[in-house]
């Protein structure tokens, strides 16, 4: 039940004392807002990682060949490796756990015209799977498919600035393009998680670019999903990939520089690891700091104590219960912790979201914030960092004894 009474004396209390009580609350305050800007200040750390990674799908594995850089079997190195058609086949069908997979065929600054527009734009061939690998999201029409592959199809799909280039606002849907002099079908648009610069894309068939453009069976590169394969299984598959590829293009297997395995489901794990290792750092440095203030409090109480030892044992005498004593004390204790940290909280909360508004957005610092979750915590933070402050101090008043106070001076 509400005690007015002793809520008046609470605020009696802090009233007379109101300096105290300032800096008391200050030192708490300054500890909640250090841990709320410190956890936010994270969050933006980690969403700048997660943007990093928005272009390409994070449970993916990319290869591309290199040079030799170790003699092998009689063979000097500097030996060029070069991937083909193959190399693609044999990784989908001999690797286990390959959801799915796409190689690349380039065309560099291919000229591209339609009517009296043209422009030079890069051409990926590729593989109907390229879509997933890339977070290609299809705007109208189609992407490209296996019967375009199979039936070497001139068909193309192209990213919305090419189309504004082209057709400034008219639809380019089934209208046909000149690549290099050669004509192609759009049948689709697509845009693009990433830059600006993937939407300035062109994708056709492999199998089409290779032949129509002299790429005979050679990729510049293939790269595959892993499904719901963690970091043990991906490393699996990347050195089942490099043995293959080993055995293949003759050369060592342990030679790094002749193919180069970017395993992005490993380096997506490292930075989650290193963002939750900061967190914990982060919260042991906000815990620490509200400890600190905590201890201020419970020094304060006590001072508190102190000066009313003997209206304490006025009470007791007059036939307070030691639990009365403990309850004035510790309400007191958490009162002051609980404001304190309140306004920390308002203030921490108001300086992330004024950062948000302010700083420029980067791909390494993005959306500083705290959750609701956090929100919930720091709050139970703060009522136990108040009931600890007055616990000290209300037992120490419990146990005055009334004849012992009165004699206090």
Known sequence: MFDLDKWQ????????????TLLTGFSVAWGIFMLIVLLGSGEGLSNGI???????????????????????????PGRRVQFTNADHNQARDKVEGVEYIT???????ALVSYGKESASFNIRCVHPDHRYLENTIVKDGRFLNDFDLQQYRKVASIGVLVEKALFGGESSLGKYIDINGIPFKVVGTFED??????????YLPISTGQRTYGGANDIAQFMLTTGTAGVEESQRMTDDIRRQLAATH???????????????IERFQQFLSLMGGIR????????GTILAGVVGVSNIMMITVRERTKEIGIRKAVGATPWSIISLIMHESIFITSVAGYVGLV???????LAAGKLPESSFFRQPNVNLQVAIYATLLLIAAGTIAGLFPARRAARIRPIEALRDE
């Open 347 to 353: 203030l921490g909360v108001a300086t992330l979201e």
């Open 193 to 202: 998680v990433g830059s600006d610069g993937e939407m300035e894309q062109i």
């Open 280 to 287: 914990l750092f982060v919260w042991v440095i906000g815990i």
């Open 50 to 76: 997660k943007y990093q990674f928005r272009d390409d799908a994070v449970n993916s594995i990319w290869v591309r060949p290199g040079q030799t850089s170790k003699p092998f079997k009689g063979l000097a």
């Open 250 to 264: 003759t050369f060592d297997e342990d030679d790094r520089r002749a193919v180069f395995v970017f395993n992005s």
């Open 103 to 109: 190689s690349r065929f380039y065309l560099r600054g």
């Open 9 to 20: 004396e609470i605020l009696d209390t802090i009233r007379k004392n109101q300096l105290r």
